[in-house]
């Protein structure tokens, strides 16, 4: 009837559907063999950089012809610089740019570069960023698109530049906190930027009070603070305390929280050892971040004979985990650092160490720590009894300060009852009045001493998953 609209049918909107790929078909296949014979013919002109823009704007995770742009960048670059010289020494010092028209870097709608002959390597750098930004918004978790702009980067590492980088890692992380590409890449711009930790933090202030539940957030601030100062720990123990008051249930805060108070460092131990003959270096790995180059290592060959480095070890950060030094030898290799030794050999190869591995992870902090602590969770328990993450604190705690307390002395436990966390006080009584729940009740080993072999086991591995902190209800 008249004035009415036609509603397609499902068969027409597919149809349509079908036509419209058939066309970005087409348009992709066309661009694609116009782009490999352009490159494959030595081609490193701005026409193929814009060619290929027509591409990534679709396709933005194309690594492939990100990889081809930075080899025609890379070209452009070198022909920059050496017209640059050319042009210094032509005309005494005068500017080089000025034969060379430059590109509007700050206007949004310049997607394709302007033809010059020899285009301005900041020039280049500044239209690609702008490019790989609008590629960005289209897919923020592409590893080929992260890439590139760090490799942007590293090509121009200018202050003004890692303004610019913070402000763009500041806009992606709003979209997605947990963006764990924009995560890498701001540490990235923080290495080389070389932005104190302080100023970190307070990003990571700021994005934790917009939402407690940024558990990224959280994990980027232990990377930041100085474990070693026992006043700035006790200040952030006391502001994880606002947190967890506020929202208790929030597993963030609670994750944290135990890796404050188990943040004491294990002794160093060499975990294994690399050794690259096409370079003749050795690189050495230890669990923990050491602050300054070993000194204990030794190197011997296979007859026991000691190896001189060819200087000492050396790490691009510091602290670094990975240490290495330079060695000359041609035979197998025994690594010693105190109790622990690698073996490896003269082709690309990795020994490793085996590690003591620890059942579980218990509180390391300063015993005074723990009891100033231990009252404020006993206070939070009283407000949420129910609350899981309350009650392991509370247990790991208890065991933290109070161990050699005896069965009947054990007032609070943590079980598992019909798939609800519970809180049995005095757990003794419990099992005492209801002796038949052994299979639906678990409770700690130490009270249950009696339990058969297979309960026990039970039991044991349920105490393991309860110290790490791993059992989720």
Known sequence: MHGRLKVKTTAEKEAERNAEREKKKLFYQKGMNKIKAMFNSGDRSVDLLNLMM?????????????????????????KSATAKTEACSDSNGADSNDGCAKLDCSAD??????????????????????????????????????????WLIEQNPAEDLIKEELGLCNQFLKYDERNFHCWDYRRFIVRIGKIPPSKELEVSTS????????????????????VRDEECVRGELEWTQNAYFTDPSDQSVWLYYQWLLGREKQPDKLLSALFD???????????????????????????????????GWTSPTTPS???????????????????DTVTVHPTFSIGISTPNI?????????????????????????????????????????HATQPHKTKEQVSV??????????????????HAT????????????????????????????????????????
């Open 321 to 339: 985990r990975i240490w290495s030094s330079d060695i000359c030898t041609g035979s197998e290799v025994t690594v010693k650092c105190g109790s």
């Open 54 to 78: 027509k591409i990534l704007e679709n396709i933005p995770e194309f690594g492939t012809l990100w990889n081809w742009r930075r080899v025609i960048l890379l070209d452009m670059f070198s």
């Open 207 to 226: 994005l934790i009070e917009r939402n407690f539940s940024n558990y990224s957030a959280w994990h980027y601030r232990s990377t930041l603070l100085d």
């Open 277 to 311: 003959p096409h370079n003749n270096t050795i690189h050495v790995l230890f669990n923990n971040l050491l602050y300054e180059s070993p000194t204990d290592i030794e190197i011997s060959d296979k007859t026991g004979t000691a190896i001189t480095l060819r200087g």
């Open 413 to 430: 436990a943590v079980c598992l009852v019909d798939n609800k966390w519970v809180m049995l006080t005095p757990v003794n009584m419990m």
């Open 109 to 150: 709608d310049n997607k394709d570069l302007k033809d010059c002959d020899v285009p301005n390597k900041l020039d280049l750098i500044c239209s690609e960023k702008l490019f790989v930004a609008r590629c960005l918004e289209m897919n923020p978790k592409a590893y080929s698109l992260w890439s590139h702009r760090r």
């Open 434 to 473: 209801q002796p038949h729940k052994t299979k639906d009740v678990y409770m700690m080993h130490a009270t249950q001493p009696h339990k058969t072999k297979e309960q026990i086991s039970e039991v044991r591995n349920l105490t393991v998953k309860l110290w790490l902190g791993c059992l989720c209800v």
């Open 358 to 398: 620890c059942p579980g992870t218990p509180l390391t902090a300063p015993t005074d720590i723990v009891t100033e602590q231990l009252d404020n969770i006993r206070e939070l328990y009283e407000l949420e009894p129910d609350n899981k993450w309350v009650m392991l604190t509370l247990v790991n705690m208890m």
